[in-house]
């Protein structure tokens, strides 16, 4: 079974630091990129960060370019969202999702078949 388990969301201040953390268990791990999406209230899903298959190249939306950082560790088949000096546009529930072959932050979300359960994310003012 594919399986994608999100955890380290919480409530942090403005200008704070969170650690987001996706296991993923049921496939192989090399052969899939994940992505990083999140959905704030009232507002569509978007795409935050990818990290490809196999190469392992990350990729950011606008978003997060220079303030996030995703990275992988294919030993725990686990993928991690370093988020830094956040804002409380960065509020919401993000997810992690996972795609076979290569992906990028502009491959349509339809395209990830499997999806975590999400944790949220709140940036206090």
């Known amino acids: 079974e594919v399986q994608l388990v999100e955890s380290g969301g919480g409530l942090v201040q403005a200008g704070g630091s969170l650690r987001l953390s996706c296991v993923a268990s049921?496939?192989?791990?090399?052969?899939?990129?994940i992505a990083w999406f999140r959905q704030a209230p009232g507002k569509e899903r978007e795409p935050v960060s990818c990290?490809?298959?196999?190469?392992?190249?990350?990729y950011y939306t606008n978003s997060g370019k220079g303030r996030f950082n995703m990275c992988s560790d294919k030993a725990r088949n686990t993928v991690y969202l370093q988020m830094n000096d956040l804002r409380p546009e960065d509020t919401a529930v993000y997810y992690c999702?996972?795609?076979?072959?290569?992906?990028?932050?502009?491959?349509?979300?339809?395209?990830?078949?499997?999806w975590g359960q999400g944790t949220q994310v709140t940036v206090s003012s």
């Open positions: 990290i490809t298959s196999q190469a392992g190249i990350t």
């Open positions: 999702a996972a795609s076979e072959g290569i992906s990028d932050v502009v491959t349509p979300d339809h395209f990830f078949g499997a």
């Open positions: 049921g496939f192989a791990f090399d052969n899939y990129s």
